[in-house]
């Protein structure tokens, strides 16, 4: 990259630089994509999997046993998982802590090179081989 370029896109620097080419690892800065729907995704997951446990399993019940019919009969179990998933979405302290872990996973990623997704699967393979 050509000084004159630097120059013109400063920002082109920041996002294209570190040891791969993937950005800074240590720039603490969100795009808009990222905190709208990135971070929006980690909190949807997170929600689902670990904190509305009882109502995702009592809706899935609910669908599973009523088919056709769950738009009608599943609305209080419906009602109970748009309740907890929103109290977990308002929450700011949830908010921080995947907004935290977003940049931690996206710093590893700009450090390495690695997608979380490769960083999983080759620490689940080294689990098994032991």
């Not at 997170?46 to 019940?61: G, H, L, M, S």
């Not at 179990?77 to 996206?106: G, H, I, N």
Request: glycine share 6%.
């Amino acid at each position: 990259m050509t000084e004159q370029t630097e120059k013109k896109n400063p920002l082109r620097s920041k996002y294209c630089g570190g040891p791969h080419g993937l950005g800074d690892p240590d720039d603490l800065s969100l795009r808009i994509v990222e905190k709208d729907v990135l971070i929006a995704k980690k909190m949807r997951d997170i929600a689902r999997t670990e904190k509305c446990v009882k109502e995702v399993e009592q809706f899935t019940e609910c669908c599973k046993s009523n088919q056709i019919l769950m738009t009608f009969k599943c609305k209080q179990e419906t009602a109970a998982l748009k309740e907890c998933l929103t109290r977990w979405y308002q929450d700011e302290d949830f908010k921080a802590k995947c907004t935290k872990e977003y940049l931690e996973e996206r710093s590893e990623y700009r450090r390495t090179g690695i997608p979380q997704k490769q960083r999983q699967l080759g620490s689940q393979r080294i689990g098994s081989s032991m």
